[in-house]
């Protein structure tokens, strides 16, 4: 849908009002702009778990050369690689499993 059709938009007898500004919160906008810094310039960049809720701008990092692990299926080298681990974390004992590969 177009922002246009936002700004009326009734859903079950209730008038929906869209924010004149809206965007990510800080967090999000954080983690976009590490993963688009590192994508510029480093060779690997990972991102352990999807870095983030929205799934147009995971396309996009993804476009762009993100890649995304996961606990189970670990590459064996990334000796250069960049990894960054998202607002939910991950275990210490993942975390040194990252940084011994």
């Known amino acids: 849908m177009t922002p246009n059709v936002w ?20 967090g999000v906008r954080r983690a976009v702009d590490i993963a688009r ?6 060779g690997k960049v990972y991102a352990f778990g999807p870095l983030i809720h929205n799934q147009q701008a995971l396309d ?4 762009r050369g993100l890649e995304t692990l996961n606990e189970a299926a670990l590459p064996d080298d990334l000796n250069g690689a960049v990894v960054i681990i998202r607002a939910h974390g991950a275990g210490p004992q993942t975390e040194e499993e990252l940084h011994n590969r």
């Open 60 to 63: 996009d990092l993804k476009r």
């Open 37 to 42: 810094l590192e994508l510029k310039r480093s």
């Open 7 to 26: 700004q009326n938009l009734k859903v079950i007898g209730r008038k929906v009002i869209r924010a004149k500004v809206s965007g990510f919160c800080m």
